[in-house]
């Protein structure tokens, strides 16, 4: 074939110009995100009920919906959240399974629990969850005019709804703008309370007029000639004014509710509120299209943001936790990552190579073989991320491996006199059986990474397929293009000045200094096979030792402190205290976005939140200021508000919230081990107690508690002073301005009616306040109704086996199942408690020994493929050997560094395991085909270890330089591959000495034997 191709120079390189071309076409249309689009297996169910207790809505809602949904096939896990006024389920699935056909189960689940729910209950909202979900920064809208008034605000809250966001969702490259920070108003009713005993009117007349003047029967089709009409019956409240001019009739009188009652607009009492640097704002979530490009969003959003700002000046708009930046310069870095990893790998090869035509040939190959496999990335339906990128710059020393084989042996049958058409041909021919087998031990190493389960194997399938995909087509380059080029080059036999120059810097005397070192290894030879099964002792201590963790530490300029107060404020108090809290922290931010409150986002569930808990993003000046801030806010909290709960962590990019990489390490889950509901408080209290006093630095806190009021009505008083209970509650909640009794629909909003009194402090109400029985008479509300303050849990938390009470620890261990026996131990000595664990500890381990069964079946395809290539079922030993000693190299690396074992950590070791052994299987097929030859055993493993140096040392260092870049580099991409660049060098850095000195004389251990009876039988031969 190679002959054929070199006869047809313009037809191949036609050919190889036409997919280049394709590529850079097909480059241009790649989708562009920081993450690969994948389905997040998650569902949730998310439920409103306003003015229900916690406790109330887990009875009535959430444990009916919770054992419902545990019939949907494919569900890995349910959590579920109860508390005052609403609740989240979240269902996580097994990967793979179908997320749009769980989407129909759930809502097939939740229609068929509809009929065993409170008759009031709204439908409960499911929103199915992907990683274009996650917003990708944050748009902030406020005032210019620092002294506006309340009504300006309410003006710039119905914009930024009607037109800002309208605006914005109309882009194409935009998914959704998910709202926060809206004033919603309402119109109140606020009866005279005189003039409505004088006349006999009562707020149930109120109620019932409101209703009636509120109603749409619907319509009929009419015929009228020959002609057909919809008559419509309606009779909506359209404006403020249709509710003041409704009838009431009271005996002989006709009145209207402007003549007993205040009628008017106001803003609801606020429940949330969000403030941007201390200014308050309205905030739009901007969520991207799965399928557009980032560099298109952005260009496009920049464009409307410019616009809006020219248009309405009396606005200021503002982005911030801006996800795009952080993909800008990733993906940057990336790139000159595998720029300079390229552009130092090719220059490598003039110190090795004996003219300068061939490192052309070698660094032509890098950029065609990286646009080629864009092409195979656009047909496959891959995107640029920093998870394809970062594949194709560790592909890199791959796809060097191959062309500088190809060229090598080309070269070496030149210097043994072969013609330089023979010389391509064989030469090629010669390492195509080799080459396709390097190919398929990639495969074999990679392809099982997929096969992680969750979202580990899915987010890895890019960085796996990356890889193969650049290995296929270095591999057709390399076969096919390559001794074309040389052949092309080199028929004209004459030397430049470039050859000149390379033969004056290249390296000499390598085969004799490599020569030396053989003879050194072959004199000490037990001493150097003792230290390499020392060096494999060495690797199983360091994988015991050195801390494991899920995913590595990044470092990051941004932080949130999530607060929950644990005390019954109002919302103006909540936002006193983190104004405080921000400004103890100085002038060291840049940014601030405060979430006070309950929010308004439909899909951000980072932001569920109760009206006593509040969430602040802080973006430091410098990176170094972070821990600064951290810390005072940490002080501030701790002095003035030491009851409050306080979370602080690194602002959670894509890929953390992806992968839930800052879990909690461990989650102690405590519920009653007969009803599996959460125990009592003192109960939970005194468990807590123990943990602290047993790990006092685990972080531990008590369950988040609030303090409330139960109202308890007494039958035999009802009954004794002839009171209607609906009378009793309606009077309740008009005192508290809570009797919502209609809706009015304006043109553009749902304004509730809500028929209120002033607003009055609870005790007045229980000591003065006054109800009608059924006679007309006031009726004292003390006389029926007591009051106790009650101390209980503020969320109900639950999961697949019911209720339970969390208890987070922050531990760091190699052996949670010793943390979690003796936590066992601990809380089950109170035998009607049950207990069960969750947390990154958990989840950590199972990732772990998948990982670890992925290495022992990836390490069984090497032998299938090596055993099929030798023919021998030995020899993939001699091979396969090598990969336990890189590895103790490799994590000798990251520890000096100070890294961790990790999920990159071990997929870097798969990599560097990969790339060393195909050197090691060209070394053994060398020397098999030398011995087939002829050639002693010894002068054969010499022969063929002289003809492999160079390809085997320009390798390791091309996939070490084209590396390193990353470990100097910043940014996410570079800081997340840094585990895995580390224990690609370390690996290589000894598994190049390996594969020079160690295999050959393994080879030499295994089959020196057989030469001897092989010398035995020739000499025993001759003497007959």
Known sequence: MVKFLITRPVAVIMTFLALLLLGIVASNRLPVSLMPDIDIPEITVAISRSDVSAREIENTVVSILRRNLLQVPGLDNIESESRNGSALIRLSFKFGNDINLAFMEVNEKV???????????????????????????????????????????IELSEFAETVIKKRIEQLPEIGMADITGQVKREIYISPDESKMRSLGITADDITEAVQINNINIGSILVKDGKYLYNLEFSSYLKELNDVKDIYIKRGDRILQIKDIAEVGLRQERPRGVYYSNGKRAVSLAIIKESTARMATLEKQMTEILNVFRKDYPQLQF????????????????????????????????????????????????IPAT??????????????????????????????????????????????????????????????????????????????????????????FYDQAIAIVIGQGVSLMVG???????????????REGMLTKLVKKISLKNLEARYEGGMNFFFRYRKTVMGSFIAIILIMIWLFIVMEKERFPAVRQDELVVTIDWNENIDITENLRRVKAMIESSGNLTLQTNSFVGEQQFLFNRDYNQSYTQSKVYMKAKDYSLRETIEKNSYEYISHYHPVAQISIEAQKNIFEKIFSASQTPL??????????EVPPVDVMTGIVDKLRKKWPDAGISNPALEDKIDIRIDPDRLLLYDVEPMTLYNT???????????????????????????????????????????????????EIVSAQRVHDYKTIKGGLTGEYVPVSMDITTNKPSVITGEIR??????????????????????????????????????????????????????????????????????????????????????????????DSILKVD?????????????????????????????????SIVSTAPILFSQGIGSELQRPMALALIGGMSLGTIVSLFFIPLAYWFIYRKSERKEKLSSESVTVH
């Open 926 to 958: 060398t020397i098999n085909n030398l011995r087939a030859e002829g050639l002693g055993l010894k002068d054969a493993i010499y022969t063929g270890g002289a003809r492999r140096m160079k390809p085997i040392i320009m390798v390791a260092l091309a």
């Open 111 to 153: 229609d068929g629990a509809m009929n065993n729910l409170p008759r009031d209950l709204e439908r409960p909202r499911i929103i199915k969850a992907s990683a274009t979900d996650i917003p990708v920064f944050m748009l902030n809208i406020t005032l210019t005019d620092t002294l506006a008034g309340e009504e300006k605000f």
């Open 370 to 459: 990286l646009v080629i496999s864009l092409l195979f990335f656009y047909l496959i339906g891959l995107s640029i991320n920093i998870i394809s990128l970062a594949g194709l710059i560790l592909g890199i020393g791959m796809m060097i491996d191959n062309s500088i084989v190809v060229i090598e042996n080309i070269t070496q049958w030149i210097d043994r006199g072969l013609s330089l058409s023979d010389a391509c041909a064989r030469g090629t021919n010669e390492v195509i059986t080799p080459l396709i087998s390097s190919v398929l031990v990639t495969c074999a190493v990679f392809i099982p990474l997929i096969f992680l389960s969750g979202i580990s194997g899915a987010l």
């Open 825 to 918: 131990s601990l809380v089950t000595s109170d035998p009607s408690l049950a207990v069960a664990f969750s947390g990154s500890l958990i989840t950590g381990q199972k990732l772990f020994r998948e990982l670890t069964i992925i290495l022992i079946v990836a390490l069984l395809l090497l032998y299938f493929i090596l055993a099929a290539q030798f023919e021998s079922l030995t020899q993939p030993f001699i091979v396969l050997l090598e990969i336990p000693i890189d590895i103790a190299g490799a994590l000798l690396l990251v520890k000096l560094w100070g890294g961790t074992i990790n999920i990159i950590t071990m997929i870097g070791l798969i990599v560097m395991s990969g790339v060393i052994i195909n």
């Open 667 to 676: 989650v102690v889950e405590v519920s009653l081990m007969k009803e599996k």
């Open 732 to 782: 309740l909640k008009i005192s508290l301005n809570k009797n919502v009794i209609g809706d009015l629909r304006a043109s553009y909003e749902l304004l509730p009616i809500v028929l209120s009194d002033r607003e009055k402090q609870i005790s007045d109400i229980m000591m003065s306040g006054m109800v009608l029985n059924k006679k007309g008479k006031l009726i004292p509300v003390k």
């Open 318 to 365: 503002e982005i911030s936790q801006d996800q795009t930046r952080l993909l800008d310069y990733s993906i940057s870095n990336l790139r000159q990552s595998l720029l300079a990893g390229g552009i130092l790998a090719f220059l490598l090869m003039f110190f090795f190579l004996k003219d300068g035509k061939s490192p052309m040939i070698i660094g032509f190959s």
């Open 479 to 493: 076969i096919t293009l390559l001794p074309t080029i040389y052949y092309l080059l080199y028929r004209n036999g």
